[in-house]
């Protein structure tokens, strides 16, 4: 099998934790790994590869028992756990997008001489921010002399991530974007006053 297993993409090596699923037969295991992608008794048992004449009656059999309500309680702990590491894990992939500083990138010479910062000199997780560092190299001339040395130019940018759009992805999630529909319109009373008409209070 694969690193990783089913649409829920489960590290095979975290099911060892799962001692009561360890402990079923490979074919029990298949079937509570694929119960777990639709709930699907039937086709569970279908694609762990039990007859399918009798694969209706195989599911009821299986979930009828002990230790495979158990294991099935186990790897969907499991899911369940690594479901909410990951929503956190986006989140403060978001959030670094969305409070990125461009002080933390580039320095400004005193001449106002702007310099790339090397990833080694960021903060802690600031490079993640970068979606692309892009190079270019223009040869702008031979230089004179014995040594005749070539002229480069070396001309390196970093591309970010939408910072704009890294906020409104949070703002959704943290409800902040909210508003009520039923509510009626704001009224704005606008007064045209053309010169002549208009009298000081």
């Known amino acids: 099998m694969a ?3 089913g649409a829920k993409g489960i590290e095979l090596k975290r099911l060892k934790s799962c001692k009561v699923f360890c402990s079923l037969s490979l074919r029990h295991q298949k079937f509570v790994l694929e119960y777990l992608k639709d709930f699907n008794g039937t086709r569970a ?3 762990a590869n039990f007859s399918k004449k009798r694969a209706r009656i195989t599911a009821s059999e299986l979930v ?3 230790n495979i309500q158990e294991a099935l309680a ?8 690594e479901d909410i590491a990951i929503a956190d ?3 403060k992939e978001l959030a670094l997008i969305a409070f990125s500083d461009m002080a933390n990138y580039v320095t400004i010479g005193p001449e106002g001489e702007v310099t790339l910062k090397p990833f080694d000199a960021m903060p802690e997780g ?3 921010v970068v979606s692309a560092v892009e190079e270019t190299r ?3 001339g031979v230089g004179t002399g014995e ?3 070539m002229v480069l130019e070396i001309r390196t940018k970093y591309r970010m991530h939408d910072k704009v759009r890294a906020l409104d992805l949070l703002g959704k999630r943290l409800g902040m974007w909210t508003y009520d529909k039923t509510a009626p319109p704001a009224v704005i009373n606008v007064m045209f006053v053309t010169k002549g008409e208009f009298e000081p209070g």
Do not use: M, P, T
Request: no cysteine; aromatic share 6%.
């Open 64 to 66: 009828a028992k002990r």
């Open 126 to 128: 600031a490079s993640r």
């Open 74 to 81: 186990e790897v969907a702990a499991l899911i369940f756990h």
């Open 147 to 149: 040594g005749k040395e």
């Open 45 to 47: 048992a279908e694609r």
């Open 138 to 140: 223009r040869i702008l």
């Open 89 to 91: 894990n986006v989140l």
């Open 3 to 5: 690193d990783r297993y």
